[in-house]
């Protein structure tokens, strides 16, 4: 049996906002943040399209496989933002790339064979979910305002 869940979050609209540069804000309401740690806690794999949720999914040791490829409509988008492979190839995505905690389908059949490989062992990549975790939120994990207080006492 397999639950599949399918999260659309409420967008944060940037009313009087400069809406040329629309394409580059995007940011989800402070009361998803309660479906997403739930969703997150009951996850057995985690399907993204190259967001920050990639690290969330780390922390959590989920295994991570992000969509590569554009669905539906065949025509070119002049929409960057409508582009995965504009997502893809951005620096900070291919540097958590490049660790191996996150697979990359490039295709519906790809995309079913990863998610299932996770789901017959959740432990594939561990190792390199525990690196993306490392190098992208440090040893201090809800802990660093405290730390870097004391550190900045410590100077004083």
Same mark, same amino acid.
């Given at each position: 049996?397999? %639950?599949?869940?399918?999260?659309? /979050? =409420?967008?944060?609209?940037?009313?009087?906002? %400069?809406?040329?540069?629309?394409?580059?804000?995007?940011?989800?309401?402070?009361?998803?943040?309660?479906? #997403?740690?739930?969703?997150?806690?009951?996850?057995?794999?985690?399907?993204?399209?190259?967001?920050?949720?990639?690290?969330?999914?780390?922390?959590? %040791?989920? /295994?991570?496989?992000?969509? !590569?490829?554009? $669905? $539906?409509?065949?025509? /070119?988008?002049?929409?960057?933002?409508?582009?995965?492979?504009?997502?893809?190839?951005?620096?900070?995505?291919?540097?958590?790339?490049?660790? !191996?905690?996150?697979?990359?389908?490039?295709?519906?059949?790809? #995309?079913?064979? #990863? @998610?299932?490989?996770?789901?017959?062992?959740?432990?594939? %990549?561990?190792?390199?979910?525990?690196?993306?975790?490392?190098?992208?939120? !440090? /040893?201090?994990? !809800?802990?660093? $305002?405290?730390? @870097?207080? =004391?550190? @900045?006492?410590?100077?004083?």
């Amino acid at each position: 049996y397999v %639950d599949l869940h399918f999260n659309y /979050p =409420e967008v944060r609209t940037n009313e009087g906002v %400069d809406k040329t540069n629309m394409s580059n804000s995007f940011d989800i309401n402070n009361s998803e943040t309660k479906i #997403l740690s739930s969703l997150l806690k009951y996850s057995d794999v985690v399907v993204n399209l190259f967001s920050t949720i990639n690290i969330e999914a780390s922390i959590f %040791d989920l /295994p991570i496989v992000n969509v !590569g490829f554009n $669905g $539906g409509s065949k025509s /070119p988008n002049r929409n960057v933002r409508h582009n995965i492979k504009f997502d893809e190839r951005q620096y900070h995505n291919q540097r958590a790339i490049k660790t !191996g905690a996150i697979k990359v389908a490039h295709d519906s059949n790809e #995309l079913i064979k #990863l @998610i299932n490989n996770y789901l017959v062992n959740r432990n594939l %990549d561990r190792e390199e979910r525990l690196l993306l975790k490392e190098n992208e939120c !440090g /040893p201090y994990i !809800g802990k660093s $305002g405290k730390i @870097i207080t =004391e550190k @900045i006492l410590n100077l004083i």
